[in-house]
């Protein structure tokens, strides 16, 4: 009878963690970001990137159901460098997006992939020569959130399409809180 009393009360306790949320949310995450690719007859040099950085992004979003939500915010994907003999380049990304999320709540653990657009811009360095890029492309990505209350610990993973990329990825974990 004790340990049913105590499978009920704990039960209990943990159904407001259990619900599947609705609503708004804020947060912030830190990770790395991931870049390859190859920049090819600048001033007769061939660059290779296959470098990773510090980067950081500011969240907002809205779960308008048990399963769909909208989520947008902003991203700095890093500065990478190569050198190569004198030349030294050096690439700089940040944006905005905004995507659709999909939802799977499996108790205070939610599940979430999302997929939408990237408004980017990328500065570049060629040995004191700048140049701007700027554009909008397709992103997505998968995550998980541990809820404890309001507050969430969030980890994912997110891929952006941008042509002059092979590869730019982030690896992000942070907090989130419902409002």
Not at 33 to 51: A, G, H, P, R
Not at 61 to 80: D, Q, T
Not at 112 to 123: E, R
Not at 154 to 164: D, G, V
């Amino acid at each position: 009878m004790k340990s049913l009393c105590t499978v009920f009360l704990f039960a209990l306790l943990t159904l407001p963690l259990m619900a599947e949320p609705q609503g708004l949310y804020l947060g912030g995450s830190v990770g790395q970001s991931f870049v390859k690719t190859e920049v090819s007859d600048i001033q007769d040099v061939d660059l290779k990137l296959d470098e990773n950085d510090f980067a950081f992004k500011f969240l907002a979003g809205v779960r308008m159901n048990a399963i769909l939500g909208f989520e947008g915010g902003y991203k700095h994907l890093g500065n990478v460098r190569d050198k190569v003999g004198d030349y030294t380049f050096e690439s700089r990304t940040s944006g905005y997006d905004l995507c659709a999320v999909g939802n799977f709540y499996l108790g205070i653990v939610d599940l979430f992939a999302k997929a939408g657009a990237f408004w980017w811009d990328q500065q570049n360095k060629l040995d004191g020569l700048e140049e701007s890029e700027s554009g909008t492309s397709f992103m997505w990505g998968l995550g998980a959130t541990l809820r404890l209350g309001t507050l969430g610990v969030r980890a994912e993973w997110e891929r952006f399409e941008l042509e002059s990329y092979d590869r730019l990825s982030l690896l992000s974990v942070g907090l989130v809180y419902g409002l």
